[in-house]
């Protein structure tokens, strides 16, 4: 009986989680209200933001060298959220949709570092 119930509670945890668009999402477009995040001067020019849990960030290179964002897995990340590298000028936007704090780094630069809370 109790190995039953203890079936009958994963299974709903597991359809909860497959429902759940996950804490990050990359999205396409960036939602109104976005959090700006310029990166110039090998730098995340605002190293950390806080937004409301739904809302998103979007990052935009403004220099000629790539460079891209990237949360690793980790509490609260299921799987790496890696965006690609953006050119100048390019912009990339993911929505957070469970408060906690999140860092990232871009990939072939790990000292450039970020994080963004979420309440
Ligand atoms: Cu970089």
Redesign the pocket.
Known sequence: MRALAFAAALAAFSATAALAAGALEAVQEAPAGSTEVK?AK?KFQTPEVRIKAGSAVTWT?TEA????VHFKSGPGVEKDVEGP?LRSNQTYSVKFNAPGTYDY?????PF?KGKVVVE
Request: proline content about 14%; some cysteine.
């Open positions: 990166i090998m290179n060298l790539p460079h891209n590298m780094i871009c990939t072939p630069h450039m």
